[in-house]
């Protein structure tokens, strides 16, 4: 079928909108422009729900179907972020290459909450062993790694955590273009998908060469497109 069920517009048109604002820095109120600059009339409502509706499950599709490896080499730090006035604390572990193995938004940084965050790595990467993980000098970290990994190298210190640390920055910046994070739910669906498709669509350029990243690029591309184009998405 061209459309997804009880939708009005093509899936192409709603997976390469939700390709856009889930990949680069760009708004809803954008990607309107850009759509009726092409003759769709679309709020940015409707493309805002899109997002939210289907991002979760093309990151979910790409997961099931197209398995990624991860560096033996993990990073896991938290960064703080305010939602309607309330601390939250975003868990993330990326790999040695800067790909994001997962997150998870908790109102804590207790070895709780790490217990919590290790579990969801595990139900993703469950027959996949660390060599090395590497934290700031949080003491909730220590436990939970000893008991999930038993064999990692456990590496403490913060200055060998700027890896986890830069892959902040992209969610700093929207943050700053969403106008701060709403809903703590939505923000957890709207991050955990992103990172999933940033994995997939984010070919590093300064480390390929030209021709290489096209072809990375084209590959990523055509493997998305497979995505969208499914009939299981209702």
Not at 26 to 47: F, K, P, Q, T, Y
Not at 55 to 64: D, L, N, S
Request: proline share 3%; glycine share 4%; with cysteine.
């Amino acid at each position: 079928a061209e459309n997804y069920y009880r939708h009005r517009w093509s899936k192409v048109v709603i997976g390469s909108e939700g390709k856009i604002l889930l990949s680069i820095q760009a708004e809803s109120e954008d990607l309107r422009e850009i759509l009726l600059d092409r003759g769709i009339d679309v709020s940015h409502e409707s493309i805002r729900s899109w997002v939210y509706k289907f991002g979760p499950k093309y990151a979910e599709h790409i997961r099931k179907n197209h398995i990624q490896k991860f560096a033996d080499k993990w990073h896991l730090d938290e960064v703080h972020v305010r939602i309607n006035g309330k601390a939250y604390w975003l868990w993330r572990a990326v790999d040695s290459k800067g790909q994001e193995i997962d997150i998870l938004l908790q109102p804590r940084r207790s070895a709780r909450c790490a217990y919590r965050f290790f579990r969801k790595i595990l139900d993703k990467v469950s027959d996949f062993q660390p060599r090395v993980i590497v934290t700031d000098k949080l003491h909730s970290y220590r436990k939970p790694i000893k008991f999930f990994w038993p064999k990692a190298d456990h590496r403490s210190h913060k200055g060998l955590n700027n890896r986890a640390e830069n892959s902040h920055q992209i969610t700093r910046e929207k943050e700053r273009q969403m106008r701060k994070f709403h809903h703590p739910k939505r923000t957890q669906t709207f991050l955990s998908a992103r990172g999933r498709l940033l994995n997939l669509l984010k070919i590093k350029r300064y480390s390929k060469s030209s021709d290489h990243f096209k072809s990375a690029f084209a590959s990523a591309s055509k493997i998305f497109d497979s995505v969208i184009s499914q009939d299981t998405f209702i």
